[in-house]
């Protein structure tokens, strides 16, 4: 039986695994996935990602998370927007600023998954997937 929504279920693994202060997790492997995870350490929310293989011989996409100290976690929260009951679309003069700029925005338009700065620069609008702070 297929998963309905992997977006969420990568989002829900990050956020709980940081919560307990796990030094990685492992989702699903896609392109979506990993483009997403390509976003979130270029911005500084993860410190890196490798592709592994799990017991089963299957591609997961471990996710190593960030921590500046021991009492703190750099993805305070992070929330789907999108879903695949309710989409949410934005042009370009529309993207929302997380918390006045503190957070990010994923956005995936025409020219691939990018931050809500980027979508601004490049006058691109799309589908906002998710918003991490």
Aim: hydrophobic content about 35%; aromatic content about 6%; glycine content about 8%.
């Amino acid at each position: 039986m297929g998963m309905t929504d992997p977006i969420a279920d990568m989002l829900t693994r990050i956020r709980n695994g940081s919560r307990v202060r796990f030094k990685s997790v492992d989702v699903l492997n896609s392109r979506i996935n990993l483009n997403m995870a390509k976003v979130l350490k270029k911005s500084g929310y993860l410190s890196g990602y490798d592709i592994k293989k799990d017991q089963h011989g299957h591609e997961v996409l471990r996710l190593y998370l960030k921590y500046p100290d021991s009492k703190r976690a750099v993805i305070t929260n992070i929330q789907r927007v999108s879903k695949p009951g309710r989409r949410v679309y934005v042009k370009s003069e529309k993207i929302p600023q997380v918390l006045n700029g503190y957070g990010i925005a994923i956005l995936s338009t025409s020219k691939g998954i990018m931050t809500d700065k980027e979508a601004r620069e490049q006058s691109l609008g799309g589908e906002l997937l998710c918003n991490v702070w």
